[in-house]
Structure formats: C-alpha cells, structure tokens
C-alpha cells in the first residue's frame, strides 16, 4: 500500500532550525489538503500545520511563527519548515491528508529531538 515517505528530522539543539519533507503519492497530494502531524512520547498524534490545495496554511498554537508548511506541486512534496526549536517539539512526525487522515498512508515518520 502506498504511504507517505518522510525525512529531514534529526538532533537540534534548542532554537535551532529543521527541515522535514514529505514525499506524498499524486493520488493524495494533488486532490487534497495535507497536514503535518506529530505524536511525543506517551502521547496522542496531534496536528500540527495544514495547507490547502490554494496553499491556505493554519498552524496549532504552539508553532504559530515558528512553523511553516509549504508544497511543491510538481515534486508532490510537502515540507515543514522548523525555526527556533523548543524541546517539547520533540516527536515522530508525520504527513497525511487533512482531513481526515487516510489510516493507510501513515509512513514511518522522522524523528525530531530538540536538546535543551
């Protein structure tokens, strides 16, 4: 079954900046609107961003300007632009449609762990 392919996440110190990607299948991505989520340890997968096929973005409070999501259509990609991490973003993250998610296409996600 088709899933999301995500990358970018790795160690950053707190305040840092990170990059993820999300490779997403053109049955998903072209038709839909795709959203960032994540899930901490011990904890629920929560939303994080959204952008709409128009390119619209919403962001969870707790990344408001510091976040950015943003997509390629040509590449069928999604990315999350991270700046100035807090430890508390530390998480598996992932992309899926918005909404809802489709069960079958969570991937494997990227790990991103904020030093404090």
């Known amino acids: 079954q088709v899933q999301a392919v995500e990358s970018g996440g790795g160690l950053a110190p707190a305040g840092g900046s990170l990059r993820l990607s999300c490779a997403a299948a053109?049955?998903?991505?072209?038709?839909?609107?795709m959203g960032w989520y994540r899930q901490a340890p011990g904890k629920q997968r929560e939303l994080v961003a959204t952008i709409s096929r128009g390119g619209r973005t919403n962001y969870d409070d707790s990344v408001k300007d510091r976040f950015t999501i943003s997509r390629d259509t040509a590449k069928n990609t999604v990315y999350l632009q991270m700046n100035n991490l807090k430890p508390e973003d530390t998480a598996v993250y992932y992309c899926?449609?918005?909404?809802?998610?489709?069960?079958?296409?969570w991937g494997q996600g990227t790990q991103v762990t904020v030093s404090s």
């Open positions: 053109g049955n998903i991505f072209s038709i839909n609107a």
């Open positions: 899926n449609r918005f909404p809802p998610p489709v069960p079958g296409y």
